[in-house]
């Protein structure tokens, strides 16, 4: 697929998450998790510290800006600036969109290289993990990486969202075990995530074998790409592939309670269909110790730095007081602290 | 009932489906039966053999056309054809329509001479069983089977159907007998099926007992024949008996996953309120080696072939994706495996 | 209290349950109870034997309509005359409302004497067990079956209904006691009723101690009588104590189900919500022997005994349908028979 | 804070509660419990004895008006004297709001100086928890106790609400400890109570080990704090803290459930969102020994005393009520009696 062509549907995806609001499919599935109120926290908002780390950076708490975009366009180039200066001033991390187009056009490298507008933030570089059966190989990982300057690779799944589209790059045989080998030789960690269909404990399973030990479940709930390619291959009416799979896949809570019980050596992020503070505590009392956010952010960074920086203030105040609530003064005792669950 | 009262009540049944939203329930009771994700499927869509053999001949994938129509009259002829050529194009299962019509008005019988229409298809006579206690037999059993160039015989039980006409045949005494009878001799095998209200394990253990080992739940959730026959018997206002008992029936799911513990001996066929091919795959995983549709091909039916086909394509399509998106290349893998249910 | 007062209260409480739709509270709870529908009934319609005994007499489906009315008015008169004839020539039970008004109003008597309307149905004689506190003993109670030519004495329990009355008798101590002994000398059966909250194991337990074997639960679902009583006491707004305890009180499935661990030697009856023969089948599943139903006779037996008649018939051929389909012959194969309901 | 803010506050406070509906979050969360009715209470109303001790002073039922204001304004004052004549006249305890203002605003304690009002009601002081490390101790504990006469002090928790304000008082550090030492020296006993998020079992445990014994967990469900406080700092559009927590917290119902098995030392009183006399009994079968119930006496309170006892007057009736449907005569046989929930 040409590079132009890529950066085209970059576009059009955004344009499409900014028209239908049901793009986000607004499940709410975290709203049927509950908290523990603890009416004598018996600390002061200030012993909360929400910092962490992640991948031996500091953040300022457990937020991820989910991988969007970057390309050869004015539009793509100002949201990529606007996140990673966010990121940078707020102290979270940042993942870059698939990072496949620059391959073809060279010209869309600039917009993956951010480490100038983010020197100390972690920055996660993305290739979607299908591509290693179609010319991709360790060569356009370290690559992808060392534009960016980032501290680890997410190879994206996405089966779904490969089927949903008539040019689809579908072949996904043996791709776990290509997945360990780039594991096992570059130099940053790989993260492999889904993009709204979450990862279940077979997946996981496969994965670990392979060495992995970082996962984001990137869960349905929140956006859909089969609904997003529906649009894009559109007139179908009613019955296309994109709209009639728009709901499939595990909700996000459900995939990471599922993923705890696997075993202590995976570090989880959880996403798909956060939307606040306290989506993102519960996230992180189900097993995350990382919370990623995408669709949200799409708007303020059209905007400014300052805008998506707001955002992401707003998400800390939401998550310290839950975190004041809960009565818990580190990060650390929050993650899989079931304790912390109300049970009905 | 004279043959041509038959023949009309046919051409009602099909202007009260297309006239009528309701008819068909729309319960989408397999929306709360849910698959788990492979992000990670290890296969390539061209992998995912959707072929399946059904009656010793193959089909393109696990699907059939539902019993529906036949008898003296252009428009059901045309119906008739126009599925025929589409099972035959597309590589599907097709039932005709009750074939009682045609001992009275041996015109109609034309209407179920479709083996030239689809030569190699897997074809299915139909009769109801109850009329085995109506002065049929064996011999009707075999004419309708001759006619068609079945490959096997559906003898459907439908007594709330049978219950909600007035002129309804209704003397459902010994009926498993007699069934078990006509299978012992007729040449080709015998497949029970209901009609929208589904088969209990009770009713399972009879046939069973008789030497029946294909069963089509036929349940509910999709069209309900009582809620056709109301509107034939209509001007009752709210409170007819085919209103009152509309959703009466075991939804196809449960009907299913019922049947399931029944023994492997028996081939059970999913149909009832399927709507696409992940109703399918779920139907499957339930325990169906085959899914049955009726209502959505009656509109295209009226069309032309093509417009079936397309219709079939569209569901195929659905189907192969749910089957990558499980990680199976086979559709053994699929019937029965609860493993690939999402549990909550 | 003066017996034209009661008289008056009477038409009151006909006209409020006319014109609010909502004191009957359509809460539909039968509709959470699946009954396992059999393809194969193996019988046909004519086998199926609708008919059953109570006190010794013959009815020709469980049918009872359940106690409503009656005194010194020719509306009340008329609505008890229609019934009665309805009820003889269909061949169900028929009870009367409360006689109380006849001690005080004699001209009030005839109204309850209905023995020549209805020379063999089994009529139901009906005072409120409350009275037994304010005067009334086994004299009155013989006088109601006499006058009536009663077949049983119905002492209804409904300390919410006269609790709802400014004027309400709600002196219930020692009333097991007073039901025991009347029971034990009156030459007929009686049977405990509550008006429409049921009767909770607790109370069954008692009044088995004192020798009741016949229960009608008249749970929550249908007619709320303390809706009726606020609309009478009205002006209060939105928080008269009516209104707010409109729903109070157990469920008439659930209280059926809680009941039927009580003991072999209690005949229950539902009632409370049955709004067609699938809810009758439903309820004696459930453990009744016979079902009553009150509100909705009400319109028609304010035109003729014919209408009447119409309702009883469609009930009749909805119960009978429902027997058909679930493979019954006999009332006593469906009578606490819980291997008919389908478990989800 | 000075004083005279703290006054406007109270009356933006209560403006919002009258302007805002959903201020009341309207959750009904007693709606899912259900209490066994008993056809048969063998009882008269007037055995129904609602009467009950709380601190060695009777009342008529178990009721409390719950805290809600007080401070240098005639509206104020108007509020609190209507409150407190109700209390005195319909023999019910009363809390009043935070006492904190009168120790920068003399003027403001005559609104507290209720004992006049209300010479043998149980009168509640209060204070913010919170406080005790803002200065605040156990000299302003006892001049908050003197100034209003008061049988108890209520010390609030509410580290929401402080949160959600910009000018908080968070620092909850050692606030346990600081409220054991304050109720080991008051010559009155200390009850803790929360504003509308709960009373967890973690939280009890504190507090049982610094030998508190009366607890009011102020569940969620009825007035949100965090919502009214959303209002006050307004302008933020949809993302306020305010609003993104307005129903954080512990449904009332749920955390009388969890706290009853704490122990037989403790009393507890059931609040947030109780809205009749039913819910009443439910908290008291759920184990509270008296009910609190606010925001729905503010308007009344802003009339006159007279519109406050009918108020209160109505909740007798329908307490009464539901004591006398469920069989039980004393209060004592209504607390903690699970026997009365009704198992669905
Ligand atoms: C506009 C847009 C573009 C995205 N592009 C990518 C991508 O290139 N690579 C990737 O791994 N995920 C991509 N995602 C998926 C997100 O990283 C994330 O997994 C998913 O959207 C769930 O988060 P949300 O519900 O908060 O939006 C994209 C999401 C959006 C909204
Ligand atoms: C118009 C129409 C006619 C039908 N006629 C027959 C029939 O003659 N014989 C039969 O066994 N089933 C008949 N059926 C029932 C179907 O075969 C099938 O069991 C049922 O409709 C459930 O499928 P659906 O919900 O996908 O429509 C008919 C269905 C329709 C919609
Ligand atoms: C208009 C009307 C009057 C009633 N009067 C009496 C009565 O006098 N005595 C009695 O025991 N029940 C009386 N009932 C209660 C019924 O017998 C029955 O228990 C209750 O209404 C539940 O049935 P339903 O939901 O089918 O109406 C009356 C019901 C109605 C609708
Ligand atoms: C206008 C208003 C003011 C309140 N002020 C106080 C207060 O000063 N101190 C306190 O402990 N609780 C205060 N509360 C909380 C109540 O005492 C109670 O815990 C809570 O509102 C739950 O009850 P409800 O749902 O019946 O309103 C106030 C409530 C209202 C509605």
């Given at each position: 697929m040409a590079a132009s062509i890529i950066n085209d549907r970059k576009i059009e995806h955004i344009a499409?998450?900014?028209?239908?609001?049901?793009?986000?499919?607004?499940?709410?599935?975290?709203?049927?998790?509950?908290?523990?109120?603890?009416?004598?926290?018996?600390?002061?908002?200030?012993?909360?510290?929400?910092?962490?780390?992640?991948?031996?950076?500091?953040?300022?708490?457990?937020?991820?800006?989910?991988?969007?975009t970057g390309g050869d366009h004015v539009l793509l180039e100002?949201i990529n600036?606007?996140?990673?200066?966010?990121?940078?001033?707020?102290?979270?991390?940042?993942?870059?969109g698939s990072q496949r187009v620059m391959f073809g056009s060279p010209a869309a490298e600039r917009t993956f290289?951010?480490?100038?507008?983010?020197?100390?933030?972690?920055?996660?570089?993305?290739?979607g993990?299908?591509q290693?059966?179609y010319g991709?190989?360790?060569?356009q990982?370290?690559?992808?990486?060392?534009?960016?300057?980032?501290?680890?690779?997410?190879?994206?799944?996405?089966?779904?969202?490969?089927?949903?589209q008539p040019e689809g790059d579908?072949?996904?045989?043996?791709?776990?075990?290509?997945?360990?080998?780039?594991?096992?030789?570059?130099?940053?960690?790989?993260?492999?995530?889904?993009?709204?269909?979450?990862?279940?404990?077979?997946?996981?399973?496969?994965?670990?074998?392979?060495?992995?030990?970082?996962?984001?479940?990137?869960?349905?709930?929140?956006?859909?790409?089969?609904?997003?390619?529906?649009?894009r291959h559109?007139?179908?009416?009613?019955?296309?592939?994109?709209?009639?799979?728009?709901?499939?896949?595990?909700?996000?809570?459900?995939?990471?309670?599922?993923?705890?019980?696997?075993?202590?050596?995976?570090?989880?992020?959880?996403?798909?269909?956060?939307?606040?503070?306290?989506?993102?505590?519960?996230?992180?009392?189900?097993?995350?110790?990382?919370?990623?956010?995408?669709?949200?952010?799409?708007?303020?960074?059209?905007?400014?730095?300052?805008?998506?920086?707001?955002?992401?203030?707003?998400?800390?105040?939401?998550?310290?007081?839950?975190?004041?609530?809960?009565?818990?003064?580190?990060?650390?005792?929050?993650?899989?602290?079931?304790?912390?669950?109300?049970?009905?």
């Amino acid at each position: 697929m040409a590079a132009s062509i890529i950066n085209d549907r970059k576009i059009e995806h955004i344009a499409i998450v900014q028209n239908d609001e049901q793009s986000d499919r607004r499940r709410y599935y975290f709203d049927q998790v509950h908290l523990a109120h603890r009416a004598l926290p018996e600390i002061a908002p200030e012993d909360v510290d929400t910092t962490t780390e992640f991948l031996g950076k500091k953040l300022s708490f457990p937020l991820l800006i989910s991988a969007m975009t970057g390309g050869d366009h004015v539009l793509l180039e100002r949201i990529n600036a606007n996140l990673a200066a966010a990121a940078e001033a707020a102290g979270v991390a940042m993942g870059v969109g698939s990072q496949r187009v620059m391959f073809g056009s060279p010209a869309a490298e600039r917009t993956f290289a951010l480490r100038s507008h983010a020197p100390s933030a972690v920055l996660l570089a993305n290739l979607g993990a299908v591509q290693l059966n179609y010319g991709f190989g360790l060569d356009q990982c370290r690559r992808a990486v060392e534009v960016l300057g980032a501290d680890a690779l997410c190879l994206h799944l996405n089966p779904l969202q490969e089927l949903a589209q008539p040019e689809g790059d579908t072949d996904f045989r043996g791709i776990a075990a290509k997945i360990g080998e780039v594991a096992r030789q570059l130099p940053v960690p790989v993260i492999v995530k889904e993009v709204g269909c979450g990862i279940s404990p077979t997946d996981a399973q496969k994965l670990r074998e392979q060495g992995i030990r970082y996962l984001d479940v990137a869960g349905s709930g929140g956006t859909s790409w089969s609904r997003i390619e529906h649009h894009r291959h559109g007139g179908d009416g009613d019955d296309s592939l994109g709209l009639t799979f728009q709901d499939w896949g595990i909700p996000t809570p459900l995939a990471l309670s599922q993923l705890r019980g696997q075993g202590d050596d995976i570090t989880l992020i959880g996403s798909g269909g956060i939307r606040h503070g306290i989506d993102m505590a519960k996230a992180m009392v189900l097993g995350a110790s990382l919370c990623g956010m995408a669709a949200p952010f799409l708007k303020p960074a059209m905007q400014s730095a300052e805008e998506v920086v707001q955002v992401i203030e707003r998400l800390r105040q939401e998550f310290r007081a839950a975190m004041f609530l809960l009565g818990v003064t580190s990060v650390r005792q929050l993650v899989g602290n079931e304790a912390l669950l109300l049970r009905y």
